[in-house]
């Protein structure tokens, strides 16, 4: 009588208390697979398999191949094939026609379960993988274009500054334009320097300045300079330098206006 005690379950298992479609059937469930893992490790149809747990060998292609599958199906629940199919040919014989012991797998691997910890591991490593690659292409893009246009660090810089002074120039240009009335600065600096000074028609100053003095005048619509040493004053108007209006010891006279 053919037996198997499960190492799982307990339970015992033998053809001569069972049909051997039911002892295969219970020793697969309490290895805990299922009709098709049955089918993928020993390479037999998934209909064959059922029909041997139903003890519907008519439904298989014939003896030989019945003895088999028996046989595979056996090893792979750790049976007694010998035992099965002496049993099998006892309740209906059929032909004898030996098939070679290597007719089935030598053993049967069952792959183990992959951790969920690798499987996130996995996967993060395929979005960091990711990542770098996106950053890789986009640097490799910005240096070809760089290249493409002629564009250096170096130049790449000295096109900023370019553009910054341009933006400077811009903003002193609005702002000068945007300034009300007239501010002159006088910085005497090389020797003293007698000046008169007159703004929208009113003197402001009269009186020598000393080297190294500055003197700043406002008015809304002019301003008139007299100086008696005009290449010792520097003249700035709002803000743009005029630079001394002429010679040293020359005597000149200026009148700035309003731009309307």
């Given at each position: 009588?053919?037996?198997?005690?499960?190492?799982?379950?307990?339970l015992?298992?033998?053809?001569?208390?069972?049909?051997?479609?039911e002892?295969?059937?219970?020793?697969r469930?309490?290895?805990?697979?299922?009709?098709?893992d049955?089918a993928?490790?020993?390479?037999?149809?998934?209909?064959?398999?059922?029909?041997?747990?139903?003890d519907s060998?008519d439904?298989l292609p014939?003896g030989?191949?019945?003895?088999?599958f028996?046989?595979?199906?056996?090893r792979?629940?750790?049976?007694?094939?010998?035992?099965?199919?002496?049993?099998?040919?006892?309740q209906?014989?059929?032909?004898i026609?030996?098939?070679?012991e290597?007719h089935?797998?030598?053993a049967f691997?069952?792959?183990?379960?992959e951790?969920?910890?690798v499987?996130i591991?996995k996967?993060?490593a395929?979005?960091?993988?990711f990542?770098?690659i996106?950053t890789?292409?986009?640097?490799?893009?910005?240096?070809?274009?760089v290249k493409?246009?002629?564009?250096g660090?170096e130049a790449?810089?000295?096109?900023?500054?370019?553009?910054?002074?341009k933006?400077?120039?811009r903003?002193?240009e609005?702002?000068?334009a945007?300034q009300?009335g007239?501010?002159v600065?006088?910085e005497?600096t090389?020797g003293?320097?007698?000046?008169?000074?007159?703004?929208d028609?009113?003197i402001?100053?009269?009186?020598?300045?000393?080297?190294?003095?500055?003197?700043s005048?406002?008015?809304s619509?002019?301003?008139?300079?007299?100086?008696g040493n005009a290449?010792a004053?520097k003249?700035?108007?709002?803000g743009?330098?005029?630079g001394?209006l002429?010679?040293?010891?020359e005597?000149?006279?200026?009148?700035?206006?309003?731009?309307?």
């Amino acid at each position: 009588m053919l037996k198997e005690y499960d190492n799982i379950t307990g339970l015992q298992l033998g053809v001569g208390l069972l049909e051997i479609g039911e002892t295969l059937r219970k020793t697969r469930e309490a290895r805990g697979l299922s009709l098709e893992d049955v089918a993928q490790l020993t390479k037999i149809n998934l209909r064959y398999i059922k029909a041997i747990e139903n003890d519907s060998f008519d439904a298989l292609p014939g003896g030989v191949y019945t003895r088999g599958f028996l046989r595979s199906y056996a090893r792979l629940l750790d049976l007694d094939h010998r035992e099965l199919l002496s049993e099998f040919e006892k309740q209906g014989p059929v032909e004898i026609n030996n098939l070679p012991e290597d007719h089935t797998p030598a053993a049967f691997i069952f792959p183990p379960k992959e951790p969920k910890s690798v499987k996130i591991l996995k996967k993060t490593a395929y979005y960091l993988a990711f990542v770098i690659i996106i950053t890789l292409a986009g640097y490799l893009f910005w240096t070809h274009i760089v290249k493409f246009n002629g564009l250096g660090p170096e130049a790449v810089k000295h096109t900023n500054l370019i553009e910054n002074l341009k933006k400077d120039t811009r903003q002193e240009e609005t702002a000068a334009a945007n300034q009300k009335g007239l501010n002159v600065v006088l910085e005497v600096t090389g020797g003293k320097c007698w000046m008169r000074i007159t703004s929208d028609g009113v003197i402001k100053f009269t009186g020598t300045i000393a080297a190294g003095d500055t003197k700043s005048f406002q008015a809304s619509e002019r301003i008139n300079i007299r100086l008696g040493n005009a290449g010792a004053v520097k003249v700035t108007v709002n803000g743009r330098v005029i630079g001394p209006l002429g010679k040293k010891g020359e005597v000149i006279e200026k009148e700035f206006t309003v731009q309307k």
